[in-house]
């Protein structure tokens, strides 16, 4: 299956794809969740379309395989949450909480996709809602919650961040202001007292790699930029974005003498996996290689190539503990396993089969999300 973005703000026109490999007429029944239970592992099932979904489910998984389920509506673009609170996730109409039992929450306004979710301290998500295209400008539905129940709302006008992060105690959204125009724009979504979204300092010009849920350090959230939307080559620096000024500490980076440029195929319509790891920034490309970066000199080094590669429209990275966990199809479909890897230099861990996951997949659906829980390890052998 080719790497395709499902969608862009204001344009829904991409080529759909077949879905090879899914499940026959009747998809193997769990039973509905109860509660986390030993899970560990959960994936986000609905379709991949243009349309509005019409249905999936959420699968738990230990370590013997899927233990129950939760039927939804589905939505396009899912993400999940999980963190000490509890495994948090949307469709359409409704929002969800898996704890030590299951809630249900039916939602003031109803969406088909969404922009973004991003987690916070103590049990605060962020999540962005697609509220399509009025007078010119990019209308972003916001919900603020504590748990499961949504605290407040506002909106987020002409923005095209694809970069979300958690850091100095709230949650922020980077990347392109508008639709046209290499500019960026950090904004506080939760502002404290509520209200609006927050623009912090100026915008800024030049693009943002997508990296959702982008590292923290020193209260400055972290990306990758670059000069220009058209270089087929473009020079990367590392930016740490001050979330209290919106001032930019900005490092070029380096291979060897000259500045670090790279194709831009592997970085343009996917997410980049980023993270740091005792102050330098690591991060994956769609090609398979990964890379780490010090952030004080700039001198930025290939770990590993040759990693599987990922289908671009599924959100397939984790960042967990001392964990980064990839979600890769394989055989048309028809299995999927995990790659567990060490997140200081992505040597591989253990790889972990998720058995039964075809026959649980409803026919025209698939995997569009993947999350871990907090507490998250390989088998105690494999460490």
């Given at each position: 299956m080719i790497a395709l973005r499902l969608w862009q703000r204001g344009a829904l026109g991409v080529t759909l794809m077949a879905l090879a490999g899914c499940a026959g007429p009747s998809a193997a029944e769990l039973p509905q969740s109860t509660g986390l239970g030993d899970a560990d592992v959960a994936v986000y099932i609905t379709q991949f379309t243009n349309d509005a979904t019409t249905g999936g489910r959420v699968v738990l998984y230990d370590r013997d395989g899927p233990v129950s389920m939760v039927s939804h509506q589905g939505i396009r673009v899912p993400r999940l949450i999980w963190d000490e609170t509890g495994l948090f996730f949307?469709?359409?109409?409704?929002?969800?909480?898996?704890?030590?039992?299951?809630?249900?929450?039916?939602?003031?306004?109803?969406?088909d996709t969404l922009v973004?979710?991003?987690g916070g301290p103590d049990g605060r998500r962020v999540v962005l809602f697609n509220d399509g295209l009025s007078a010119g400008q990019n209308h972003t539905g916001i919900g603020v919650y504590s748990g499961i129940h949504e605290q407040s709302q506002a909106d987020l006008l002409d923005s095209m961040a694809g970069t979300f992060s958690s850091c100095a105690g709230g949650v922020y959204s980077a990347g392109a202001k508008t639709i046209s125009g290499d500019w960026s724009a950090l904004t506080r979504l939760d502002p404290i007292g509520g209200g609006a979204p927050q623009a912090i300092g100026t915008e800024q010009a030049g693009v943002l790699v997508n990296g959702d849920d982008a590292p923290c350090l020193d209260d400055g959230v972290v990306?990758?930029?670059?000069?220009?939307?058209?270089?087929?080559?473009?020079?990367?620096?590392?930016?740490?974005?001050?979330?209290?000024?919106?001032?930019?500490r900005r490092t070029p980076l380096r291979s060897g003498p000259n500045r670090f440029a790279v194709d831009s195929r592997v970085l343009s319509d996917t997410e980049v996996p980023t993270w740091l790891v005792d102050g330098k920034l690591l991060w994956v490309d769609s090609a398979g290689a990964a890379w780490r970066a010090d952030l004080k000199t700039g001198v930025t080094n290939e770990i590993r190539d040759g990693l599987e590669v990922s289908d671009g429209q599924i959100q397939s990275w984790v960042h967990s503990g001392g964990w980064v966990v990839q979600f890769v199809y394989v055989q048309d479909h028809s299995s999927a396993h995990l790659n567990i890897y060490s997140d200081k230099d992505?040597?591989?861990?253990?790889?972990?089969?998720?058995?039964?996951?075809?026959?649980?997949?409803?026919?025209?659906?698939?995997?569009?999300?993947?999350?871990?829980?907090?507490?998250?390890?390989?088998?105690p052998d494999n460490q």
């Amino acid at each position: 299956m080719i790497a395709l973005r499902l969608w862009q703000r204001g344009a829904l026109g991409v080529t759909l794809m077949a879905l090879a490999g899914c499940a026959g007429p009747s998809a193997a029944e769990l039973p509905q969740s109860t509660g986390l239970g030993d899970a560990d592992v959960a994936v986000y099932i609905t379709q991949f379309t243009n349309d509005a979904t019409t249905g999936g489910r959420v699968v738990l998984y230990d370590r013997d395989g899927p233990v129950s389920m939760v039927s939804h509506q589905g939505i396009r673009v899912p993400r999940l949450i999980w963190d000490e609170t509890g495994l948090f996730f949307v469709d359409q109409t409704t929002d969800f909480q898996i704890s030590d039992r299951l809630e249900r929450s039916t939602r003031s306004r109803a969406a088909d996709t969404l922009v973004g979710m991003q987690g916070g301290p103590d049990g605060r998500r962020v999540v962005l809602f697609n509220d399509g295209l009025s007078a010119g400008q990019n209308h972003t539905g916001i919900g603020v919650y504590s748990g499961i129940h949504e605290q407040s709302q506002a909106d987020l006008l002409d923005s095209m961040a694809g970069t979300f992060s958690s850091c100095a105690g709230g949650v922020y959204s980077a990347g392109a202001k508008t639709i046209s125009g290499d500019w960026s724009a950090l904004t506080r979504l939760d502002p404290i007292g509520g209200g609006a979204p927050q623009a912090i300092g100026t915008e800024q010009a030049g693009v943002l790699v997508n990296g959702d849920d982008a590292p923290c350090l020193d209260d400055g959230v972290v990306v990758l930029w670059y000069a220009d939307s058209n270089s087929h080559l473009p020079e990367l620096e590392a930016w740490q974005w001050s979330t209290a000024n919106g001032s930019v500490r900005r490092t070029p980076l380096r291979s060897g003498p000259n500045r670090f440029a790279v194709d831009s195929r592997v970085l343009s319509d996917t997410e980049v996996p980023t993270w740091l790891v005792d102050g330098k920034l690591l991060w994956v490309d769609s090609a398979g290689a990964a890379w780490r970066a010090d952030l004080k000199t700039g001198v930025t080094n290939e770990i590993r190539d040759g990693l599987e590669v990922s289908d671009g429209q599924i959100q397939s990275w984790v960042h967990s503990g001392g964990w980064v966990v990839q979600f890769v199809y394989v055989q048309d479909h028809s299995s999927a396993h995990l790659n567990i890897y060490s997140d200081k230099d992505l040597s591989l861990v253990q790889t972990r089969e998720l058995p039964q996951l075809a026959e649980s997949t409803p026919t025209d659906q698939m995997v569009l999300a993947v999350a871990v829980s907090p507490h998250f390890a390989p088998e105690p052998d494999n460490q």
